[in-house]
Each structure stands twice: as C-alpha cells, then as structure tokens.
C-alpha cells in the first residue's frame, strides 16, 4: 500500500507533504472562497466550509484531522490547529462583527471551541427565532491555546499569551499573561 501512496504523491509533485496533504489541500479548495497558502498543510479529514464568509490560512500553518473551520475566519503563518477544535465565524467577507482573526504562530490544542457569535435569549419569545448577535475573536501572534478551551465572542488574546487547558475565556487577555480558570483569569505575566 505505502508503494501506491508514495507512486501517487510523486505524480502530484508533492513529496514532501504527500498525498494525504495534496487531498486535504484539494478538498479545501472546492470553495471559491477559500484560500491557502502553498505551504499550508490540511488533514483531508478536515472541514473547511466558509458558509457566507472566506477563510484565509497562511504559510506554514496546519489544521490537523478532525478540526472544523467554518465562516469567516483569518489564520496567520506558522499557526497551527489540532484535532477536533471547531472554529466559527459569522457574516460576509469584510464584515465587522463575527470575524475569528488568529495571527501568526499561534498554538491551539486539540478540541478547543472559538465561536464569534451568541444566541440572542431575550424572555418572551423561542430563542431559536431571535438569530446571533456576532462579535469578533482576536488571537493576536505568538498565542498558546490549552486543550479544551473555549473562547466566547467579542475576546481578544494579547500577544505571547498562554491559556491553560480547560478555560473558559469570557473577556480580554492582556499581552504575555497565563490565564486559567472558567471563566479564566489571568494568574501571573511572561517575563
């Protein structure tokens, strides 16, 4: 079988990221609305569908099997996304609210939410007739994301932030601080 693989991934002149990298990348880019950098490397096993928005990945960076990126969302170079994490952004390309933007070598760690809108809830009617009140996620660069955190709309992540596995992140991170907890807070700064 590894043969038929490596025969195969010479005829598409990929051999240093192979097939299974040139199927994901080509599953990916059945979208018009999808763009990959060259080097950027997709598991075929994962979801990329940007719904009414566009999803740009830059150099270097991975999402690995399982993960799901959906709608309007922004990676950076040298980041990468591992299994299982969903990430979802709302609206059109160039919106104003609803954007997921994660910069360049940020770290998120399998089964992670990212989720740039909320249910609207007011009392006195269903809630699911009352739509998403979308607001923007910012992961600014150098970022490490525990296992397991979600992140709620309307947050930014400072630069050289860390969050520990299992956070909730509610409200903004300032730059190079660790941050645990749910709702996470921030316990002491990077120095």
């Given at each position: 079988?590894?043969v038929?693989?490596?025969i195969?991934?010479?005829?598409?002149?990929q051999?240093k990221?192979?097939?299974?990298?040139?199927?994901?990348?080509?599953?990916?880019?059945?979208?018009?609305?999808?763009?990959?950098?060259?080097?950027t490397?997709?598991?075929?096993?994962?979801?990329?569908n940007?719904?009414n928005?566009a999803?740009?990945?830059?150099?270097?960076?991975?999402?690995?099997p399982?993960?799901?990126?959906q709608?309007?969302?922004?990676?950076?170079?040298?980041s990468?996304?591992q299994?299982?994490?969903?990430?979802?952004?709302?609206?059109?390309p160039?919106?104003?609210?609803?954007?997921?933007?994660?910069?360049?070598?940020?770290?998120?760690?399998?089964?992670?939410?990212?989720?740039g809108?909320?249910?609207?809830f007011?009392?006195g009617?269903p809630?699911?007739?009352?739509?998403?009140e979308p607001?923007?996620?910012?992961?600014?660069?150098?970022?490490?994301?525990?296992?397991?955190?979600?992140?709620?709309?309307g947050?930014?992540?400072g630069?050289?932030?860390?969050i520990g596995a299992?956070?909730?992140?509610?409200?903004?991170i300032?730059?190079?601080?660790?941050a645990?907890?749910?709702?996470?807070k921030v316990?002491?700064?990077?120095t």
């Amino acid at each position: 079988m590894s043969v038929i693989v490596n025969i195969l991934c010479k005829g598409f002149n990929q051999p240093k990221t192979g097939f299974s990298n040139w199927l994901g990348r080509r599953l990916a880019l059945r979208n018009k609305r999808v763009t990959l950098h060259e080097s950027t490397r997709i598991s075929p096993s994962a979801l990329l569908n940007p719904r009414n928005g566009a999803i740009n990945i830059g150099a270097n960076s991975i999402v690995s099997p399982g993960a799901q990126i959906q709608g309007n969302v922004c990676i950076g170079d040298n980041s990468s996304v591992q299994s299982n994490t969903i990430i979802v952004g709302y609206g059109e390309p160039g919106a104003d609210k609803g954007q997921v933007r994660i910069g360049n070598g940020v770290r998120i760690a399998a089964n992670c939410m990212i989720i740039g809108g909320n249910h609207r809830f007011a009392a006195g009617k269903p809630i699911h007739e009352q739509g998403m009140e979308p607001a923007n996620i910012i992961i600014e660069d150098d970022v490490w994301i525990g296992g397991s955190v979600n992140i709620i709309a309307g947050v930014t992540i400072g630069t050289g932030s860390v969050i520990g596995a299992g956070s909730v992140v509610t409200k903004d991170i300032p730059p190079m601080s660790i941050a645990v907890g749910a709702p996470a807070k921030v316990i002491k700064q990077r120095t």
